[in-house]
């Protein structure tokens, strides 16, 4: 049995790698139902990454992909995320969110929220960035920089 019913994930998911494939793999095992929040190209846009992003619909193929070679797809609903806290402070449901170290200030932002407003506090359940093969976390900015491939192996020195 599961830890959790519903559990949410966010993200851009931009090139889709090893990272995102982790966090995403972590909030299965735990929750019943996922919620997997997807950045809208606004809100992407927003956010002031250092690269381009893939657009909304490719950024979604991919992860459907990756939800249905998983056989997690019947698991999952994905929603249009417009800002950092998507359905985490309309729906009392939500148990738990899994983010990386980099979103966890997120997180705590949510629950403050959602504390404000009486909903319960949700569970944090932080996964560590995946290392690349020298050690450095795998990001998209890397593999949009040409240094290392999706699964974190180095591709040309920096």
């Known amino acids: ?27 299965f095992e735990i929750g019943e139902q996922i919620l997997i929040g997807l950045c809208t190209d606004e809100f992407a846009e927003k ?3 250092p690269h381009i992003t893939a657009r909304f619909d490719e950024r979604l193929k991919e992860l459907l992909l990756f939800l249905k070679n998983h056989k997690l797809y019947s698991k999952a609903k994905i929603i249009p995320l417009n800002d950092a806290f998507g359905n985490t402070t309309t729906d009392k449901s939500i148990e738990a969110l899994v983010v990386s170290e ?13 504390i404000e407003i009486g909903f319960p506090p949700l569970e944090i359940i932080m996964v560590h960035m995946v290392p690349a ?15 290392i491939d999706r699964e974190g ?3 040309r020195k920096i």
Do not use: C, Q, W
Not at 3 to 17: C, P, Q, S, Y
Not at 106 to 112: E, G, H, S
Not at 133 to 147: H, M, V
């Open 133 to 147: 093969e020298n050690y450095k976390p795998i990001s998209t900015t890397r593999i949009r920089e040409g240094e």
């Open 153 to 155: 192996h180095i591709l």
């Open 102 to 114: 980099e979103t966890k200030k997120i997180a705590l932002k949510i629950n403050k929220k959602r």
């Open 1 to 27: 049995m599961k830890k959790f019913k519903k559990v949410a994930v966010g993200g851009t998911f931009d090139e889709l790698h090893k990272g995102h494939k982790v966090l995403l793999l972590k909030a």
């Open 47 to 49: 956010m002031g990454k």
